[in-house]
């Protein structure tokens, strides 16, 4: 029997492959990359063909929306009147939704807040309409709005990571910390350092822990470590906590360590639960250097150190970065924004129940 399935296992075809050297499959050296690189095509066309749809329909929303505006405005069309225009168009179009009378009183503010076109279709064109509406609804400034978008474009933010960023008041945060980037790294990656970090970073996630106790806040950051690097941004890579340095006959540790993968570089966060003092950029100093010297690729770029303090002076902050040659900046942390808001705008910031709420219910 067994003699009989090694005779047919020899009269079995060989099977066809490349006359390729090198190629354990038959199949050219080349191939898994000939694959990726259509893969990665493919996905890429799929993505701009997604893209494409979904400009355009932002753009008939604001054609339909401006014609609405024209109609208020020239003839006085009132509400009635919208009522009519819906329920024609979804009878004209049963495949299409967005056609509510509330949705186009939407297309109608829509082209109200954005009366240039060009604009429209280099910018919020580019993201999803329920993420307009939260632009609309949240953010009264042109400005504003053009950054939000941008960066929703750039990060790839979800309508609700978007509304979370515009509660913390990110745009009045990013790139706020105090630094010397400017006379340590290179022009280029001086201006994108900077921008990387932001002042105030917000932990409003650390529940129970005790703010006045550094171990507490780490360990509690490194359990929301999701939300943590949410408030980070875009780039960082978690390393390690209480990263084991030796240095001569002494061991250090790292309270945080990061890699970022725009910087191409370490990021050392040191966390301190008690106002700035000159004296913590002499340490951070040391342990960048360290980690220049033991844990740097060739191919890396400087490390770079942020202090995170409860709270600073920044003319002492300059005077205390004057002179060092490592990379470093310096931002307060807090578990709510309004604390550091003027009590006349304390409160005046939605939460992000409230800001889902009236989404849920305006869409």
Known sequence: MSSGKRQCRGRQKPEAS?????????????????????????????????????????????????????????????????????????????EMSGFSPRNLKYMRTF?????????????VAQIPWRSNLTLLHKLDNVEDRIWYAEQTIKKGWSKEILAMQIESGLHQRQGRAPNNFAITLPPQDSD?????????????????????????????????????????????AFVGRQVLLEVGDQDFRLD??????????????????????????????????????????????????????KSKNDVVVEYALDGYRRPMGVAEWETQLTQSLPDDLKGSLPTIEEIEAELEEKI
């Open 18 to 94: 490349f006359p390729v050297k090198g190629s354990k499959l038959g199949l050219p050296m080349d191939y898994q990359e000939t694959l990726a690189d259509i893969k990665r095509r493919i996905a890429s066309e799929r993505m701009r063909v997604v893209l494409s749809a979904n400009a355009a329909m932002i753009l008939l929303y604001w054609d339909i929306g401006q014609v609405i505006l024209d109609r208020q405005n020239q003839q006085g069309w009132g509400a009635k009147i919208i009522d009519r225009l819906s329920e024609d168009l979804k009878q004209a179009f049963p």
């Open 111 to 123: 082209a109200e807040q954005w009366p240039d076109r060009e604009i429209v279709q280099r910018t």
């Open 192 to 236: 994108m350092a900077k921008q990387v970090f932001k002042d105030p970073y917000l932990f409003d996630f650390l529940g129970t822990a005790d703010t006045r106790k550094e171990r507490e806040v780490e360990q509690a950051l490194i359990d929301h470590v999701q939300k943590f690097l949410l408030e980070l941004g875009t780039g960082f």
């Open 256 to 309: 945080l360590l990061f890699y970022h993968l725009k910087l191409r570089c370490y990021v050392v966060i040191e966390l301190k639960a008690v106002p700035f003092d000159p004296a913590f950029t002499g340490t951070l100093n040391l342990y960048l250097s360290a980690v220049d010297d033991l844990l740097r690729h060739p191919d890396d770029k400087p490390t770079i150190g942020l202090l995170l303090c």
